[in-house]
């Protein structure tokens, strides 16, 4: 186990999951945004993507384009940085949550991560399909959204090593509790003191509804895909190296 | 002597960790690199660093909106 082979492995899995995201999200997610766009289309005072390219006159790249090469390329990316992040994430809390195996603590770190990094923010400021949302206000709300983001995962951070902590005076259990409470509380009272973000308007509700599901499978697929594929490997690695460690040990002892 | 007494036992072992130390540069340049790439394919014009109507932000426009990112 060293930092190295952890993040190999975590570049695996999220190139893995980087496909496997792209398939989802063009067959689940894609649809809806065809929708958004036309409906955008339709709007003639709507500030949209493709209006302010033409304004600057930069380069414009084709709906086809978007949708495929595109998603590919942003899913791809994503799913590299992220799988290299959880993995090194996972290295740092091997050995270090009580008595959970190697692979446990990859999953732990994969489902927290995606918890916190993704399921609580989605729930504050959910995803929007084209269409939805003001041009003037996107400075404010990226900023919110990531503001909220940061807060939710030092607040699981933060949560994790104080279960460790009370763990060592009340028992699993306690620690468990304790710490699933704490970052309740956090984002709880931050998710109250966060502004709210409503520019749907007149957008069809069914549409708004399909697309952030769609968003949402796509994001579980994404961290579903690295937990799993990097905790299958962790798991192989671990045993490879312990089988190795015996072996060397009964030639040692002959 | 005593050699198959000092044969871990299968899950009971602790497990080894890896020094933090050791951890510490790897996480420091992966992490920066990852989230630097995470934000140029996911935040938006206006927000930050990128200029608008930049062929990298149209291109990965859709990843963008499915990856549940403020645009527009
Ligand atoms: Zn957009």
């Known amino acids: 186990m060293n930092a190295r082979a952890l993040l190999i492995r975590g570049l695996i899995a999220g190139l893995v999951a980087g496909v496997a995201t792209f398939v989802v999200a063009y067959a689940v997610g894609e649809p809806h945004i065809d929708t958004a766009v036309s409906i955008e289309d339709g709007q003639p005072h709507t500030h949209s993507h493709d209006e302010a390219v033409e304004e600057e006159g930069g380069i414009e790249v084709s709906r086809d384009n978007q949708k495929t090469w595109g998603l590919l390329t942003g899913t791809l990316t994503v799913g ?11 290295a740092s809390t091997i050995g270090r949550l009580g008595s959970l195996a190697p692979s446990q603590s990859t999953a732990l770190v994969a489902l927290l991560g995606f918890v916190a990094f993704v399921l609580v923010p989605f729930l504050k400021y959910p995803g929007n399909p084209p269409a939805v949302g003001s041009g003037e206000t996107i400075g404010d709300r990226a900023a919110l959204y990531f503001g909220f983001v940061l807060v939710s995962v030092l607040a699981a951070v933060a949560s994790t090593y104080g279960a460790l902590k009370v763990r060592e005076r009340l028992g699993t259990y306690g620690g468990v509790v304790a710490g699933i409470a704490a970052y309740l509380a956090v984002v709880v009272v931050a998710g ?57 040990q009964l030639a040692a002892g002959l | 002597m005593s050699q198959p007494a000092a044969l871990p036992v299968p899950g009971a072992a602790s497990v080894p960790t890896i020094p933090l ?52």
Request: glycine share 10%; proline share 3%.
């Open chain 1, 80 to 90: 590299l940085a992220l799988g290299g992040i959880v993995a090194l994430v996972a």
């Open chain 1, 192 to 248: 109250q003191l966060f502004v709210t973000v409503n520019e749907v308007g007149a957008f069809p509700a069914d549409t708004l509804w399909f697309f952030r599901r769609a968003s949402l499978i796509t994001l579980a697929t994404m961290w579903g895909v690295i937990g799993v594929v990097l905790t299958g490997l962790v798991s192989r690695l671990y045993a490879a190296q312990t089988a190795e460690a015996e072996r060397r």
């Open chain 2, 21 to 72: 130390r050791e951890l510490a540069p790897w996480a420091l340049f992966y992490g920066l690199l990852g989230v630097l790439v995470i934000f140029f394919v996911t935040a938006d014009q206006g927000a930050v660093s990128i200029p608008s109507g930049t062929a990298l932000h149209e291109w990965v426009h859709d990843g963008r909106h499915l990856l549940g990112y403020p645009c527009h």
